[in-house]
Nanobody, 124 residues
Framework: QVQLVESGGGLVQAGGSLRLSCTASGRTSDRYSMGWFRQAPGKEREFLAAISWSGIRTYYAGSVKGRFAISRDNAKNTVYLQMSSLKPEDTAVYYC?????????????????WGQGTQVTVSS
């Protein structure tokens, strides 16, 4: 079992920045990739970014590349999503997920464990 807890969400103004964190516990001895997704009300869950265990391999959705950056600190069992130039359309619940196969995947089905999400609201 892997438990994931997101933090760092909140209310920010358009153009602002926010850093989300996701801390894992449980089977943290496994090498797992991590992904970030988001879901706005009435919309499908959307892939944002993923990162391998080593941190060397990353993959971004085209909609956020250049604005968002994923990173991780395995000593802290934590993955981050640094978000800048935020827009009102970035408003959503943000989720982190873990894939024990260590793929760098954009697909929900690749991920075995999910956090409960953290709300990000961007005002205009």
């Amino acid at each position: 079992q892997v438990q994931l807890v997101e933090s760092g969400g909140g209310l920010v103004q358009a153009g602002g920045s926010l850093r989300l964190s996701c801390t894992a516990s449980g089977r943290t001895s496994d090498r797992y990739s991590m992904g970030w997704f988001r879901q706005a009300p009435g919309k499908e869950r959307e892939f944002l970014a993923a990162i391998s265990w080593s941190g060397i391999r990353t993959y971004y959705a085209g909609s956020v590349k250049g604005r968002f950056a994923i990173s991780r600190d395995n000593a802290k069992n934590t993955v981050y999503l640094q978000m800048s130039s935020l827009k009102p359309e970035d408003t959503a619940v943000y989720y982190c997920a873990a894939d024990l196969s260590n793929y760098v995947s954009a697909y929900e089905r690749s991920y075995e464990y999910w956090g409960q999400g953290t709300q990000v609201t961007v005002s205009s």
